[in-house]
């Protein structure tokens, strides 16, 4: 059984900055796509970014590339979600999904989710 645990969510403002963490156990890392969801009060969850077994590939929401970056240490088992130029509307619960998959394309992630962490809140003030 996979678990997945996040950390680093918090409250920040508008223009900063925060760094998410997920660490994986269970199985092993390198044999799962990874990436990140999230979802605003009142809204469905939407995806986020993701990276491949390897790390040579990512992809992201439109709404978020180029303020974004997403990466994994296989080493470690962790995946990692810099966020820079945060804005309000960036405000969810941010949650980790990971997918068995052996695909060199990040966006294998959107086909299907096997497992999610329990999600940490980022809160944007303005």
């Known amino acids: 059984q996979v678990q997945l645990v996040e950390s680093g969510g918090g409250l920040v403002q508008a223009g900063g900055s925060l760094r998410l963490s997920c660490v994986f156990a269970?199985?092993?890392?390198?044999?799962?796509?990874m990436g990140w969801f999230r979802q605003a009060p009142g809204k469905d969850r939407e995806f986020v970014a993701a990276i491949s077994n390897s790390g040579g590939s990512t992809y992201y929401a439109d709404s978020v590339r180029g303020r974004f970056s997403i990466s994994r240490d296989n080493a470690k088992n962790t995946v990692l979600l810099q966020m820079n130029s945060l804005k309000p509307e960036d405000t969810a619960v941010y949650y980790c999904?990971?997918?068995?998959?052996?695909?060199?394309?990040?966006?294998?992630?959107?086909?299907?989710?096997?497992?999610w962490g329990k999600g940490t809140l980022v809160t944007v003030s303005s």
């Open positions: 269970g199985r092993t890392f390198s044999s799962y796509a």
């Open positions: 999904a990971a997918a068995y998959v052996n695909s060199n394309y990040a966006s294998i992630l959107l086909q299907g989710v096997h497992y």
